[in-house]
């Protein structure tokens, strides 16, 4: 299994400023098509996930451009240029490129 | 706009059987394009996929589960099943069901998800 891992695992935000995650996998999700098979989601409290971004820095339909994912091979990036309540939430990067597996989650709520 | 929803009973004996369904409105389940999955989450914990159907019956399974784990369609009622054998505490978890655009792809849209509690 490809191991998922994120830091920071609580994340506490102030609204209007940048926030950004870490994600990390144990293997290289670069597929030899030239896309990283890395995908992020955000389960709001309450609710089910929601994807944002999938290979690694594409923004799903809908998705708020102040969302933008990046890395490649094992290092990839969430950021969020000005966080709003909304935001608030666990966010998942999940790995797409053998049998999916999730990281863990990294919580964001205000300060 | 597809949607998905979860049915199924709450409440499972140890060592009994899961039985979960999916009805899918909005849109075919035979539409060739998609793969239609089943993901759990622990309670307070992260997510597992466990495993995803074609419309043409093919099945993938998470290999840690794979011995307990049987997803099969129903494209004449646009829904699809899981079936958990052997169920222990430890299968105690939201079941969501989802859309996979394709073989090794991501999840979207996603059911509400349904709690199955496994006890005595």
């Known amino acids: 299994d490809i191991v998922m891992t994120q830091s920071p695992l609580s994340l506490p935000v102030t609204p209007g400023e940048p926030a950004s995650i870490s994600c990390r996998s144990s293997?290289?999700?670069?597929?030899?098509?030239?896309?990283?098979?890395l995908d992020w989601y955000l389960q709001r409290p309450g609710q089910s996930p929601q994807l944002l971004i999938h290979l690694g820095s594409n923004r799903a339909s809908g998705v708020p451009d102040r969302f933008s994912g990046s890395g490649s091979g094992t290092d990839f990036t969430l950021k969020i240029s000005r966080v709003e309540a909304e935001d608030v939430g666990v966010y998942y990067c999940m790995q797409a490129l053998q049998s999916p597996t999730f990281g863990p989650g990294t919580k964001v709520d205000f300060k | 706009q597809v949607q998905l929803q979860e049915s199924g009973p709450g409440l499972v004996k140890p060592s009994e059987t899961l039985s979960l369904t999916c009805k899918v409105s909005?849109?075919?389940?035979?539409?060739?394009?998609?793969?239609w999955s089943w993901i759990r989450q622990h309670p307070g914990r992260g997510l597992e996929w466990l495993g995803y159907?074609?419309?043409?019956?093919?099945?993938y399974y998470n290999p840690s589960l794979k011995s307990r784990v049987i997803i099969s369609i129903d494209t004449a009622e646009n829904q699809f099943s899981l079936t958990l054998n052997s169920v222990t505490v430890a299968d105690t978890a939201v079941y969501y069901c989802?859309?996979?655009?394709?073989?090794?792809?991501?999840?979207?849209?996603w059911g509400r998800g349904t709690l199955v509690t496994v006890s005595s």
């Open positions: 293997q290289s999700l670069l597929h030899n098509n030239g896309y990283n098979y």
């Open positions: 159907i074609y419309y043409s019956g093919s099945t």
């Open positions: 909005g849109g075919s389940i035979s539409r060739g394009a998609y793969y």
């Open positions: 989802a859309r996979t655009p394709g073989h090794l792809n991501y999840f979207d849209p």
